[in-house]
């Protein structure tokens, strides 16, 4: 690549990305390859042009970036090239890498597919599969053909060119804030992120950005000149796009007071939404766009009268409805509901009193006990549940009996300086136990009937068949010492579908037996989904909202679970951690 040719900050990551994939199929040291992950994490996730950083000779700075990466992350910037890459892919044929995109077939897999039968990209694998090749090597069958075929339709119907809005949604804040900034006070009387950001959709598309200004023509000025501004696609009087580093394209647009209530609904959508409303309001006799209602066909008023809102709620009411939150606003019966007043009173953050799954460094956490305790007091919990991992899922270095008897010596010590301290709050014990792929668990009952809370998840081999792994999460949840079923589809957004698990099948058996079904807020997981949440909800499901936190900062993204609750309709009583301590262990019971 010729260094003329601007590299984004998605692209430069990726190749830090394919170096860590190389390393993994060459077999080469485990903490060298996490090294090149993480930094190519970090940098897909900066708000910053990676450019403007290297100039300022600020590379080391950034988090999970040593001497040698931020020298290999200038030399590409400088040359177009890494040579430690070029020595890499010299030893690896191309396509050999693009078949870890495949959902479950790992590095170790795609060496194998690589040296034993010659297969160097994805095509070649969907033929192997199709052909019964792959069932040849040892250790593979017909079902793992299945499986790998199964993979590459799954892979084929990701999403193209949408971010996760666990990336979007810090972008949104840093630009909102960067704006303000460089504007003098007043310039900017109103500023909202719109679009499917605000209905917070798991993924977005572009963002948009909407203004009140009495200064159009600065904050456009201030908007095409941020430091993320690599490139200026449009740039007009009242409306301008810029494009991120991560090529992810921003429209911004100023308009009227009198305009902001009709603009933030329009450009809020849904589109399905926004016809519902346009359509109700024709049947009035008004004529809806982005900026007001125009009489049309009006029995009492001239055509082309105007009203002017504004705030959304002046627009709703002034059409007989309830005002919507953007949450729901998806076409899927809310105006109804809104015109009979029958919207639910949805779940917000403050109602959450307490979280019933997250780890500490027992397992696969970066934080001790005593830190994520204090971490959960500070949000003004009143509890919060220790589920490390159990042995079963070898690779967080599980718990076993022998080391819960004695992290919950370490529980017990810090729950009796709480009470003599008069602190209303508790640690509870508990695990994520492995669902492992009989539906058995990764630790005996025995063990699991000793502990407070007992979170069952599947973590491995969700590519089986839509009957074994349904069958398989059915076991699970009707074992009488399980309590909540964690992260149903095992999915992470952007990076790997789900499993094919008969959800509603699933949640109907949660409703059976009373297994409380998770809502993990984890942005990459987000999972119940909105969709299944409110399904959930309507069959009776008790549910939890959980951050999984693994660090001490952790529990900060249970907005992004809430907003997915609030897309699924959820109330705080559909919700058991927005109970009292005692409250919320009686509905654990089956």
Known sequence: MPPSERLNNQQVADIFHRIGDLL????????????????????????????????????RDLPDVG????????????????????????????????????????????????????????????AA???GR??????????????????????????EGRMPIGQARPLAVELIADLQERLPAGAIERIEAAGSLRRWRETIGDLDLLVVSEQPAAVMDAFRTLPQAVDVINAGDTKSTIALPSGLQVDLRVVERKHWGAALCYFTGSQRHNIDLRELAQ?????????????????????????FFDSEEELYNFLG????????????????AAREHKLPDLITVDHIVGEIHGHTDWSDGQATLVEMAEAARRRGYRYWCVTDHSAGLGVTGGLDGERLHAQAKEIAALNEKYAADGVDFRLLRGTEVEILADGSLGLPDDVLAELDIVVASIHSALRQDRDTITERCLKAVRNPHVDVLGHPTGRLIGRREGSEIDMDAVLHACV????????????????????HARRAM????KLAINSDAHAADGMEILPYGIATARRGWLRSQDVINTRPLNEMLALLKK
């Not at 309507?538 to 499901?541: V, Y």
Request: with cysteine; proline share 4%; charged share 30%.
């Open 538 to 541: 309507e069959l009776g499901c």
């Open 24 to 59: 993994q199929i060459l077999g080469d040291n485990r903490f060298k390859i996490i090294a090149y992950q993480n930094a190519a994490r970090t940098i897909e996730n900066l708000s910053q042009d990676i450019r403007a950083i290297h100039e300022a000779g600020t590379l």
């Open 283 to 307: 049947k009035q006799g008004w004529s809806l766009n982005e900026y007001r209602l125009a009489a049309q066909g009006h029995p009492d008023l001239p055509d082309g009268e105007e009203r």
């Open 67 to 126: 001497q040698a990466i931020a020298e290999k992350i200038a030399e590409l910037l400088d040359s177009g090239n890494i040579a430690y890459y070029d020595e890499l892919a010299e030893q690896v044929p191309h396509g050999v890498v693009d078949i870890l995109a495949v959902p479950d077939v790992g590095p170790k897999t795609a060496a194998r597919l690589w040296k034993e039968l010659d297969i160097v990209g994805i095509d070649q694998l969907k």
């Open 134 to 159: 792959i069932r040849a090597l040892k250790g593979f069958g017909a079902k793992s053909e299945e499986k790998i075929l199964r993979g590459i339709e799954l892979l084929s119907k990701r999403q």
């Open 129 to 131: 599969a199709e052909e």
């Open 321 to 336: 409805l309830d005002w919507v939150p953007p949450e729901m606003r998806e076409g899927q019966g809310e105006i109804a």
């Open 512 to 531: 059976e037996v009373g297994t409380v079904v998770e809502i993990n807020a984890h942005p990459s997981r987000l999972d119940l989904s909105g969709v």
